[in-house]
C-alpha cells in the first residue's frame, strides 16, 4: 500500500479577517488551525495580551502526545508618531508566524528579520 | 479626620508613597526555563536574607510552581526598597515531555510528569502578571534575545506601564555578549549580571532600589 503523503498548510491570514474577530474569537481560530497542523502568517499580528493569552491556552491544549505547543514570531509593534500617542492611538502589533512546535521551528529573530524552517516529517507521535 | 487617625490608618505612608513613588513593592523574576532566575532568587536572598528561593538544576522547568518570599530590605546607601520576591516558573510556548528523556536522560513517567507540571507553571506565572509591580527579566546573555517569550513578556509589561528591568545573566559564560541584549531592548535598563558568581549584583541591586521605587499608575492588563 502507497504511503499517504500528507502537506504542510501554509496560509496567509489578512488584516480583514482578523479585524472581524474578537480577541477570544481569534485566539480560538488560531490554536484550532495549528492544532490541526497548520501553519499561519497574520498579517496583523497578536497584541501583547492576545499572546500571553495564546500561551496560556497553548498550555492547557498541550497533551504530550499529540501536541506540544506553538512555535510564534513577530515584530514588534508599528511605531505610532508625536499626536497619535497625544490621543492615545494604540500601536498596532506587526506581521506574525505562528505554527505547530512539532513541524515549524524559530531558527532566528531580530528586528529585520524571521528565520524559521519547517520540519516535515517530524510529528510528536 | 484628625491628622492622628490618618497616620494611624496607614493613609500617612501610603501618602507619602504616592508623592515620592514605591518603597514597598511585589517583584517578580521573570523569563524563559534555564536563564537562572532561581539562581538569581537564591542570590538575592542570601545576600539579604540568608535565606534561599528553591532548587536549581540544568534540566528546564525545574521550577514548575511559583515561589515568593516577603518583606526582603535591599539597599543601596542611601535609599531602600522592600519587596516581597516571586520566582515564577520558566515561560514557554511549547513543551515536550521527549526533549526530557532524549536530551536530561529522564524517564518517561518522570518526563511526562515534569512536562504535565511544567505546563502548570507557565499558566502560573502568567497568572502572576496581574498581581506584580515590576519584574526582573532574566536573560541569557548566551543567547539570541528576540525569543517571542521575551518580546511578549516585554509587551505585556509595557502595556501595563509596569517597570521592567533586565537581568543580562551568565555573564561569565565565554559567548556572552550583554551589548547584544542592550541593543535589543534600548528602551529598559539591562543590568549585566552573574547570578551564579555573583558578579556586578551590586550594581542590580542599586538599579533595582532606583528602577522600581519610582512613581508610576499601574495600568489594568
Redesign the interface.
Known sequence: MAKKEKGISFNLISRQKLNDLSSSEKLKYILKEVRQGRILVLEHGL???E??SL??N???E?D?DTF???????Y??EKTGFFQRVFGVIKKPRMTVIGP??LLK?I????DKIETTIIPGRG?N | MGIFSIFKRGKFSSIIQKIFGKKHAKIGIYGPPNVGKTTLANRILREWTGDIMGSVSDIPHETRRAKWKTNIKIDNGGSSLVMDLVDTPGIATKIDFKEFMNTYGLNKEESRMRAKEATEGVIESIRWLEDIDGVVLVMDSTKDPFTQVNVTIIGNLEARNLPILIAANKIDADEASPATLKSAFPQHPVVPISALTGYNTEDLYNTMVKHFGKKRNKKRG
Open positions: 497584541t501583547p495580551t499572546q500571553t500561551i496560556e497553548t498550555m492547557k498541550i504530550h506540544i505547543g506553538i512555535e510564534m514570531g513577530g514588534g509593534e512546535a512539532h524559530m532566528h529573530k531580530d528586528n510528536v
